[in-house]
């Protein structure tokens, strides 16, 4: 994904490494797996037991808007942890459920209490700023049971990029009291000035409750049942009354059920993909966050649970043909953020869009650069390339008038500040030291280099986001037309046309077979075999022939792992399986090669690419997608390496199933002709049906089910509402 990653280290001995700030350090393996759970600005990542902090693995707690405001939560079972007996998230991701017993206890080497006769049920979800949870102790022995139960509680009030790595000098200032018989009350002073609070809530009151712990003394009869709930807060008012348990937890249920009501849904033959799919859509709505703006995927857990911009656009853009309300939530809150004056800090331009947005102590006090960041290359074509795309999709031109001045801002910061040098390519270089070195999605500090492993310098054009620059003035082009703008229209696609020629010129490789990395800042190629050269077939810039070739090369073993398509080709100077950059497979990656492939007619291409995410994904724990995984070749009966600190959920990577349905299926939706087609249509070897459901188009929908036979396809329209769609299958080999 879009990362806050690395910046330039100063050189170290062979067996020391140097600390690179915003690096994301892999501390070692946790001793119990973690599950995560998200509810607007507010998540929580707890281990399999529902535990916080109890065990090795440094990313757990209770975080809100950039901070940890639960470091520590502890079930304790006269005084020892219990025995987990099994841990479930449900399918919608709304609630965590966990099964705990007792282990047996002994007094002077005699066992007391045997093993398996307490049930604890510990049920957790959040809802509105509050994380839930409710502990129901259940005997199951033919006799009456005394216990204490022990809730263990602290906060360190981390920043998340503290929590992350980065170390602090100085910090503000924490209490911890008890506030009530049933309530205690953590509180933060920042170095921000601004106060923050952890209020945790027990029903019923403890027996005892004091600083950090709560304790409960309970007698239970053989059967009996009893329930304890708490409530933790982050920022609530202490003296405040929570909505209860059962009332927050049908609420939050609810929202879900309205939020996904008209979202197009997918069901097909396979039952291993409709998993895929299903836990892809219900992490994608996880992820969603409602903003003044409207509904935005926050990029991912735990790392970047806030708005990015380049990650925001490219999961709308993944996501526009089953559901386009996403991409009108991102528009506007890019917009609503567009940079309006210059500020080295921020890497901050007239015109450019977003890349970061940080609410956290060390963003307020500018020990790191993200409160509003926006080094990012390639956000600002992408805005105006999903602009004009929205509209074709939806013909919302109230939407479209509204983002126009936007829209020539962004286009205004392309052809100037953007074009450093006016060669005619949008490139980058940081304005400060303390901003990203790299600035398109590869953004770690090594993943741009040349040939013999040197790192690019100086003012770096990317062989993508002239792709982007390409594809965007391509499409609002016929917007501007479309809104009467002839003269604007007609300037858009002469700028379109004339950078496609230089960048053939620029930068093919013919000896490689595929288009350079990048330029660097004295315009020489990094003549290097990467996934770029993918990306750069969904835009749409390549030359038909060329891009034949870059596709054959794509699916060659040097690339190909046999799971998905590597960012760095086998062989390359920096190439390494186990890296970020430089060899590893991205999802988000693939999928937008599968669609560059698709747009190029290189359907086979697009079945195998199919066909090894989707056994990659039937591997991974929840069939959930991560950010990354590692580049090793695939081998026979066993799944793919990950990558240890990738974001799982992570929206680009949630999405990708959705896409690589759009282009196996070749997906094109036209509002103004009430037109479905499917062009170039194909499904990969295994999939012999998929199913589309409330395909919305214009104030219309339609069910259509398409069958495989061999390499052809057949279409069966189910159902349809409101104006007759025109159904068609378009060829164009």
Not at 207 to 234: N, S
Not at 402 to 429: M, N, Q, S
Not at 498 to 520: I, K, N, Q, S
């Amino acid at each position: 994904m879009s990362t806050d990653q690395v910046l330039p280290v100063t050189p170290v001995p062979d067996d020391a490494v140097a600390e690179t700030p915003f690096y994301i350090p892999a501390t070692g393996t946790a001793a119990r797996p973690r599950q995560t759970l998200k509810y607007g600005d507010t998540f929580i990542v707890v281990d399999t037991h529902g535990d916080i902090g109890a065990s090795a693995g440094d990313a757990d707690g209770l975080f809100h808007n950039d901070t940890r405001f639960l470091s520590h939560l502890e079930l304790r079972v006269n005084g020892e942890q219990p025995l987990l007996l099994g841990s479930n998230l449900r399918d919608d991701n709304t609630l965590l459920s966990v099964d705990l017993t007792n282990p047996d206890f002994f007094v002077d080497g005699r066992i007391v209490l045997q093993k398996d006769l307490l049930h604890i049920s510990r049920t957790i979800f959040l809802w509105r700023g509050r994380a839930y949870q409710r502990l129901a102790v259940r005997n199951h022995g033919d006799h009456s049971i005394n216990l204490s139960l022990t809730l263990l509680f602290r906060s360190d009030f981390a920043d998340l990029f503290e929590v992350r790595g980065l170390h602090r000098v100085r910090r503000g200032s924490a209490t911890n009291r008890v506030i009530g018989a049933d309530r205690a009350l953590l509180s933060y002073v920042g170095l921000d000035g601004a106060s923050r609070t952890t209020t945790l809530s027990f029903e019923p009151r403890p027996d005892e409750i004091g600083a950090g712990k709560a304790v409960y003394h309970l007698e239970l009869a053989p059967g009996e049942m009893r329930p304890i709930f708490l409530i933790v807060g982050c920022n609530q008012p202490a003296d405040q009354q929570s909505v209860g348990f059962l009332k927050g937890m049908l609420s939050a249920r609810r929202e879900l059920r309205d939020a996904t009501h008209d979202a197009t849904t997918i069901e097909t033959s396979n039952a291993l993909l409709n998993e895929i799919l299903c836990r892809s859509a219900a992490d994608l709505e996880m992820l969603m966050t409602d903003t003044p703006e409207g509904r935005y995927p926050y990029a991912g857990i735990p790392w970047y649970s806030t708005t990015f911009g380049r990650d925001g656009l490219i999961t709308a853009l993944q996501m526009l043909w089953c559901d386009p309300s996403v991409a009108r939530g991102v528009l506007r809150r890019l917009a609503a953020h567009q940079a309006k004056k210059t500020d080295p800090r921020s890497d901050a331009e007239p015109g450019k869009i977003l890349h970061e947005m940080r609410e956290g102590e060390m963003a307020a006090l500018h020990e790191v650069p993200f409160g509003l960041y926006y080094g990012s290359v390639d956000a600002t074509p992408l805005f105006v390339l999903l602009a004009g795309l929205y509209a074709e999709r939806t013909d919302d031109q109230e939407t479209l008038t509204a983002l126009w001045p936007t829209i020539e801002a962004a286009l205004g910061w392309i052809d100037g500040l953007g074009d450093r040098d006016g060669d005619g390519f949008v490139e980058y270089r940081r304005a400060s030291e303390l901003g990203l070195a790299n600035q398109g999605w590869k953004d770690s500090q090594d993943a741009i280099f040349h040939a013999d492993g040197r790192l690019a310098e100086g003012d770096i054009a990317l062989a993508e986001v002239q792709g982007y620059v390409f594809a965007a003035k391509t499409v609002i082009a016929r917007s501007a037309r479309r809104m009467g703008l002839m003269a604007d229209a007609r300037r858009l696609e002469a700028d379109a046309k004339r950078l496609a020629r230089r960048f053939e010129a620029a930068f093919w490789c013919p000896e490689l077979g595929t288009y350079a990395l990048a330029l660097d800042g004295a315009k020489q190629p990094c003549r290097v075999r990467t996934s770029n050269a993918g990306q750069v077939l969904f835009t749409g810039i390549a030359s038909p022939q060329r891009a034949a070739r870059v596709g054959e090369g794509l699916l060659e073993p040097r690339f190909f792992s046999g799971w998905g398509i590597r960012t760095v080709a086998k062989g390359e100077a920096r190439y390494n399986p186990m890296s970020y950059h430089d060899g590893s497979v991205w999802p988000h990656d693939n999928a937008l090669i599968a669609l560059g492939l698709a747009r190029y007619g290189l359907k086979r291409s697009v079945g195998q690419l199919f066909k090894g995410l989707f056994d990659a994904a039937t591997y991974m724990d929840l069939r959930r997608l991560p950010e990354l995984f590692c580049g090793f070749q695939r081998q026979r009966n066993r799944g793919p390496t990950l990558y240890p600190v990738a974001c799982s959920p992570q929206a680009w990577a949630s999405a990708t199933p959705f896409s690589l349905i759009e282009a196996s299926l070749g997906l094109e939706l036209d509002p103004r002709h009430h037109e479905v087609r499917f062009r170039n249509p194909g499904l990969p070897s295994f999939l012999d049906e998929v199913t589309l459901r409330n395909l919305q188009l214009g104030g219309s929908s339609v069910d259509i089910k398409v069958r495989r036979h061999r390499d052809d396809v057949s279409l069966e329209i189910l159902r349809t509402r409101g104006t007759r769609l025109q159904i068609s299958l378009v060829s164009s080999r």
